[in-house]
Structures are given as C-alpha cells and as structure tokens.
C-alpha cells in the first residue's frame, strides 16, 4: 500500500515571499502520478500541478513549482510570490498507473500568507 | 459547463436514519469514486467505480453503499448513520487521458454530513 507524508501541519508566509511545503511517499510501483491539491476555505479541491513518475523535468505551473526526487521519493510544491489568495489547505496525493479511480492523500498542511 | 455536482451541500441528521448523498457528473466520466475527508486524516477513498454496474471498496468502505445504475450517476448511501461517519464527504470523476498521461480527477464542491 501507498502512504503519503506531509510532515508540516502548518506554515505561515509573507506576501511576495516565496514557500515550499514539503511531501514524501513510500510506494514499491515504478509507474506513478503525484499530485498538489489546493483547498480554500471554499472547500472545492483545486489541482494545482501534477508530476509523472517517468518525467525527470519537474513541473511547473505559473508561480508553482515541484522539486520531484524519486530516488528519495520526494515532492515538494514550491509557491513563488506568495498571494493573500493562496491562502489554503494544501494536500499531496498519489496515484498508481493502473489505478486511475484511486488517490492517495497525505494529511495537509494549512498554508497562511500574511501581510 | 463541465462538473461534478453533489446534493446536498449541507445534512445534519440523527444516527440511524438512512440517507442518501446523490452525486451526478456531465463530462461522461467512466470512473468515479466517493472520498471523505476529516481533520488531521486529509481525504480516504470509500468507494470506487470503473463503469455502469462495476464498484469496488476504497479504503473505508464500512457503513456506506454505493450504487452506478448510469454512467452521469453515483449516489453514496448510509443505511444507518453513527455519529463517526460525520464528515466532509466528496463524489470525483475522471477519464483516461488521450495522451496516456495522468488520470486527472474532477471533484465535486462537498457534502458536509452531520449525524447527532
């Protein structure tokens, strides 16, 4: 089984200032999908960015970017120019290839960006 | 507009009194699962189906039917409600992608369930 580890329940950041949130998982499969989630105070779960296992090239999306490590098995999501509307529960979530229907998420880690 | 709706958004109920949570996609998903999310455990996933009459047990499945009569539809059942199963509870959809890349899931706006 997938377990999914996010070792910081809660982090603080400045307006402007950049923050990485930090992942790890245990998986013995080669083939795989990783996963940032974003969920406001709305609740809605918004993908922020994803990561194929068999691409070295991290991904980027906008302000948001991963560090992926597979070797270490490793994710960490890293938010550049922090927003007030960045504010929100973040998860990272793992899926196995052939088991498109099924994510597995880690605890969350609550993110606050101050003024 | 493609999505994922669930109703209702909002249930307080008492233990014992069967309820139904519907959930309804537009963009013809074949897979679709219930997840429930709860402080400090992030989401879990209940139940899973791959296509019309195919379902299968996620990782929490005690307490909770579901059904996949059609494709749009995938309602999640409580025959009898405990307090435990109080929760935030949310209905996803997804679709292979054409390029063979990842399963991106589409998820409904929640269901936050009470049971006193």
């Known amino acids: 089984a997938q377990t999914v580890t996010q070792s910081q329940p809660e982090m603080s950041v400045q307006e402007a200032e950049t923050v990485t949130l930090s992942c790890t998982y245990d998986?013995?499969?080669?083939?795989?999908?990783l996963f940032w989630y974003k969920q406001p105070p709305s609740r809605q779960m918004i993908l922020v960015i994803r990561?194929?296992?068999?691409?070295?090239q991290n991904a980027t999306e906008n302000r948001f970017s991963v560090n992926f490590q597979k070797a270490a098995k490793s994710f960490s999501l890293k938010i550049s120019d922090s927003q007030l509307g960045d504010t929100a529960m973040y998860f990272c979530?793992?899926?196995?290839?052939?088991?498109?229907?099924?994510?597995?998420f880690g605890t969350g880690t609550r993110l606050q960006v101050t003024l | 507009e493609a999505q994922v709706t669930q109703n209702p958004r909002y249930l307080i109920t008492v233990t014992g009194k069967k309820l139904t949570v519907t959930c309804s996609q537009n963009?013809?998903?074949?897979?679709m699962s219930w997840y429930r999310q709860d402080p400090g455990l992030g989401l879990r996933q209940i139940y899973y189906?791959?296509?019309?009459?195919?379902?299968d047990k996620g990782d929490v499945p005690e307490g909770y039917k579901v059904s996949r009569k059609e494709k749009r539809n995938f309602p999640l059942i409580l025959e009898s409600p405990s307090p435990n199963q109080t929760s935030l509870y949310f209905c996803?959809?997804?679709?292979?992608?054409?390029?063979?890349?990842?399963?991106?899931?589409?998820f409904g706006p929640g269901t936050r369930l009470t049971v006193t």
């Open positions: 996803a959809s997804s679709y292979p992608p054409v390029d063979g890349g990842a399963y991106e899931q589409y």
């Open positions: 998986t013995s499969e080669n083939n795989y999908y």
């Open positions: 990561q194929e296992a068999y691409k070295q």
């Open positions: 979530a793992f899926m196995k290839h052939e088991t498109a229907s099924k994510l597995t």
């Open positions: 963009m013809n998903h074949e897979y």
């Open positions: 189906s791959m296509n019309v009459e195919v379902t």
